[in-house]
């Protein structure tokens, strides 16, 4: 199967994956941090936007699971010279690849790679399209903590205009029980958002009930050329930033990262007890491995099978 969207797996998909993600993590505890369940097996990782976390991740869950891992950027591959995406994807299909990881500037370019491709694609983040390992790690971050999904108050705070991780985080909480809601400037909120069918708050009051508090970045590199959707980021800042202050006792911070300190958070919020967003770069890890896992698991219709994981 592919992995474009956070709706292409079921709830029994998603708990697949933690069981997994379990094993996973427990092999990241050991001296030798590396099983042979992907060996022989070849994972692209193609970014053509910038990512820290994500690229990493991938590289070293595919590394721990013995696949060959090569990774491609925009700049210093071919694409800065103007190869289309897909005459890329065409030529890296020569060589028989069985994972394509690809993030990309564009809505939908993800989608688009699996017409050219036998591999399985799996989406790192598309424009402001979709996140869908990010929703499911932070699902995974909150499951470790928390032990349960089912109830769970989630507040989703800022640039949601921009944001493909608020798209696929609306979805993926909802389908496992979590009482999500959106919080911030209606500036920042996108068209149609009656139609994710999710409440939307326009005010910090509306962070009192919640457990945890998941603050987005605000997205300046995609706002290139149109107005601004808010004065400054210090405007922002005093209105919308956390800081411990303004954070009830016992409520949690999540942040997909990277962080700016100072505008959606305050550094001494990020760094203190509250902040799972650490914890979320470690679950991130696990999950991704077991996303390799599965993406190459059987499903119906679909080979090839992979051997079971931690054999
Ligand atoms: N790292 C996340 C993403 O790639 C969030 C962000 O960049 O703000 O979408």
């Keep these: 199967m592919h992995l474009i969207s956070i709706d292409d797996l079921s709830t029994a998909d998603i708990e697949t994956l933690f069981r997994l993600s379990d094993g996973f993590l427990e092999v990241a505890s050991r001296p030798i941090k590396k099983v042979p369940t992907l060996r022989g097996r070849t994972l692209i990782n193609m970014f053509f936007e910038a990512s820290t976390r994500t690229l ?24 800065s010279k103007g190869e289309s995406l897909k005459d890329t994807i065409l030529t890296l299909e020569s060589y028989r690849p069985d994972i394509l990881v690809m993030r990309h500037d564009k809505v939908g370019a993800c989608r688009m790679a699996t017409r050219y491709t036998n591999a399985r694609v799996v989406n790192a983040g598309d424009g402001s399209g979709e996140h869908p390992t990010q929703c499911l790690l932070d699902l995974y971050s909150l499951r470790r903590t928390y032990g349960s999904l089912e109830g769970l108050k989630v507040a989703i705070v800022g640039d949601v205009l921009r944001s493909r991780v608020a798209r696929s985080n609306v979805f993926g909480f909802r389908k496992m029980g979590i009482d999500v809601r959106l919080v911030g400037p209606p500036t920042l909120m996108p068209p149609g958002i009656e139609q994710w069918d999710v409440p939307v708050y326009d005010d910090l009051s509306a962070l009192e009930d ?19 959707p808010v004065p400054s980021l210090r405007e922002y800042s005093r209105i919308w930033g956390l800081s411990p202050q303004r954070l009830r006792s016992g409520q949690r911070v999540m942040h997909p990262g990277p962080i700016n300190r100072g505008v959606e958070l305050t550094g001494d919020l990020a760094d203190s007890a509250p902040s799972l967003i650490l914890h979320q770069v470690e679950s991130g890890l696990a999950v991704r491995m077991g996303i390799l896992y599965h993406v190459l698991a059987p499903h119906p219709g679909e080979g090839p099978l992979v051997e079971e994981p931690l054999a």
Excluded at 210 to 228: C, F, N, S, W
Aim: glycine share 6%; net charge positive.
């Design 56 to 79: 990493t991740s991938f590289e070293l869950a595919g590394k721990r699971l013995s696949a060959d891992v090569v990774n491609i950027k925009a700049s210093g591959s071919s694409v």
């Design 210 to 228: 919640v457990d945890v508090v998941y603050l987005l970045r605000m997205q300046l590199e995609r706002a290139k050329g149109t107005v601004p």
